[in-house]
């Protein structure tokens, strides 16, 4: 597919695509697991320390709810990770320290798109206290009395669904801001505008996959809190070097 209007060309993908691309980052995964999983063992530790400041700070709501969002910003933080696929694609050997420092990443593109991400996932952490208030006058201390709340009476049964709307809107669109435009960024020849409108074109052409994407990905970052983010150690590189791989498949190789 040619590119038009200065756009990079965008391809159409089938809908078990994005199984190839998690086939292929696991299979990638483990050509540089040393360096990959102690950096997915640092966003692991990162994001555990947060929860159990928030739920010592009897912030148990904000702890459910902004790991649920940690999606959205999720892309971002794998720079690393896409750097590691960029190199494994040529052969290269991967280091710690080139994919903790990614110097083609630090500029200004990439600030703006985490600058935008932050925004989001800010709102989105607006958005669900708001869902909350609406939905009960007190004020749950423990994950467990907020569990018990949402799942058995039927003020907790809306503001599921409610949340899960509201909250499922927003963060497609992250994704579909973000899906491509990361890895995009890493060249350093991009433009993130560019890089911004090719990702949501990506999503127009190719809905049904990369809608089983975004679910896949928020699958295996729930598994991940489930653990006490400590799967993250696994399932954040992995998630990474399959974006790369998706970025890939999705937008012309001269394009990335």
Not at 210 to 223: D, E, G, P, S
Request: with cysteine; glycine share 10%; net charge neutral.
């Amino acid at each position: 597919m040619g590119a038009s209007g200065g756009l990079p060309a965008v391809r159409s993908v089938g809908p078990g695509a994005p199984f190839e691309w998690l086939a292929g980052g696991w299979s990638d995964l483990w050509k540089a697991p040393g360096p990959l999983m102690v950096y997915g063992l640092a966003v692991a530790i990162l994001s555990a320390v947060l929860c159990y400041g928030m739920y010592q700070t009897n912030g148990a709501y904000w702890v459910l709810a902004l790991s649920l969002g940690f999606v959205i910003i999720a892309p971002i933080l794998a720079m690393g990770p896409y750097e590691a696929g960029r190199r494994l694609e040529l052969g290269q050997p991967v280091r710690l320290g080139q994919i903790v420092l990614v110097r083609t990443a630090l500029r200004q593109d990439s600030l703006y798109l985490s600058l935008a991400l932050a925004l989001l996932y800010m709102f989105w952490g607006q958005t669900a206290q708001i869902v909350y208030g609406l939905s009960t006058y007190q004020s749950h201390g423990s994950i467990q009395a907020l569990v018990a709340f949402a799942l058995e009476t039927p003020d907790g049964h809306a503001m599921l669904i409610a949340g899960t709307l509201v909250g499922g809107a927003i963060a497609f669109l992250a994704f579909a801001l973000v899906v491509v435009s990361a890895p995009m960024l890493l060249d350093p020849g991009s433009n993130g505008f560019i890089a911004i409108i090719t990702s949501v074109r990506t999503v127009v052409t190719n809905p049904g996959p990369m809608i089983l994407w975004a679910l896949l990905i928020v699958l295996l970052l729930l598994i991940s809190a489930a653990t006490g983010f400590l799967a993250l150690t696994v399932i954040f590189p992995w998630l990474g070097l399959a974006s790369w791989r998706a970025c890939r498949a999705l937008v012309e190789p001269e394009a990335v």
